[in-house]
């Protein structure tokens, strides 16, 4: 049950801090005062490997939702990944296979459970009850909307009008996520602000099956480290859960200082007091920037490494880069037998494999050597065409930039 000690008019402030949309405000007033914990929706595609701060804004406020006694649903949308989500694209997505799909989930469950308690927390898959749909099933439920709903939505309709393609699957998206909503008899959905049309069919059809329908809440999309995009691991500007702390910490150092109380409200998870305090302070001037994003930074690395990670990842960070010391702890990476060519691997390819998110390819990792960013043992390497064995480099540090760190083994 939710806390007793917790009013209802704290529970709308808390859950209310750094969302967008609340649909209704009076519904969700209501339901908040019924006594029972609510079935609160989040549902997610596992489309890629790693989830982002920008992704755990939304699992963050299902997290509240937890500790004020409520119970989180979280549906890992292994069946709608398949047909491809198109809200914001400008294009249709190719679909992902099964394979793809089920290797993706894993790692997404295990994440977003560094943000949700076990307690209060439903896992459940949306191939339970899509992939058990007939033809006329999903016939059915494609007739409970139409073709002018569908263009009400902004990125359709924009792509209709500029005469980009649009699939009928595409259409079926938003109807197979409202389903869920039906499935799990959600009192809640959340969803970044791209998602509100899709969170709003799910109140739709809950309503046509004779349920009371849900209330929606749209948390923001964050912007990424360089302050203008969307958060996305493509663009390279994203700080991921799993990353190392080291990793986490020097990167949110970078973020730029007018979009720190953005982040202090959106990847903290703190109380709204705390939140207000603290960016008071950063407005008034009595808390410096630099203080400020150590201060972020500290606490994000706290939030998925532990407590004291971040005071560590701090202390690690001054040691190397004001003192140009060498790091406490380096991750060990095993050179590949696989990889090894006549016995060899080219450096420029030991790059894209030990520091895949900084590396994407081999040619980024031959110019990273080419610019004097790569040293080994402290020893710059300037070939980019130089190949070694793994005996040559056992035991050695490899180094590309001021955060990339391995220490290769055979």
Known sequence: MPEHTVTVDEQLRIVRAGAVDVITEADFRRKLGAGRPLRVKL?????????????????????????????????????????????????????????????????????????????????????????????????????????????ERDDFSRRYRDGVAISVMEFLYPLLQGWDSVMVQADVELGGTDQLFNNLMGRTLQEQEGQEGQCVLTTPLLEGLDGV????????????????????????????????????????????DRIDEVTGALASGELAPVDAKRLLARTVVDLYHGDGAGDAAEADFDRVFRAHGTPEEIAEFVVPADELRDGRV?????????????????????????????????????????????????????????????????
């Open 43 to 151: 549902g997610i595609d596992p489309t890629a490997s790693d989830i982002h701060l920008g992704f755990a804004v939304v699992l963050r406020k299902l997290r509240q939702f937890q500790e004020l006694g409520h119970t989180a649903v979280l549906i890992i949308g292994d069946f709608t990944a398949q047909v491809g989500d198109p809200s914001g694209k400008s294009a249709t997505r190719p679909r992902l296979s099964k394979d793809d799909v089920e290797a993706y989930a894993a790692t997404y469950v295990e994440q977003a459970q560094r943000i949700l308690l076990t307690d209060h927390l439903e896992i459940r898959r949306n191939s339970e009850w899509l992939g058990a749909m007939g033809i006329e099933d999903v016939l059915r439920l494609a007739a409970r909307t139409t073709v002018a709903r569908m263009l």
């Open 346 to 410: 080219r450096m420029a390819r030991l790059l894209t494999l030990a520091f895949p998110n900084a590396v994407p390819s081999n040619k980024e990792g031959g110019r990273k050597i080419q610019q004097g960013g790569v040293k080994l043992d402290g020893e710059v390497v300037t070939d980019p065409e130089l190949a070694v064995t793994p005996a040559e480099v056992d035991g050695r540090t490899l180094q590309m930039g001021k955060r990339n760190w391995a220490r290769l083994r055979a």
């Open 229 to 272: 995009n969307k958060m996305s691991k493509s663009l390279g500007n994203f700080v991921g859960i799993a990353e190392p702390a080291g990793e986490q910490y020097g990167k949110l150092l970078s973020l730029p200082d007018e979009h720190m109380p953005r982040y202090f409200t959106l990847t903290t998870g703190w109380h709204p």
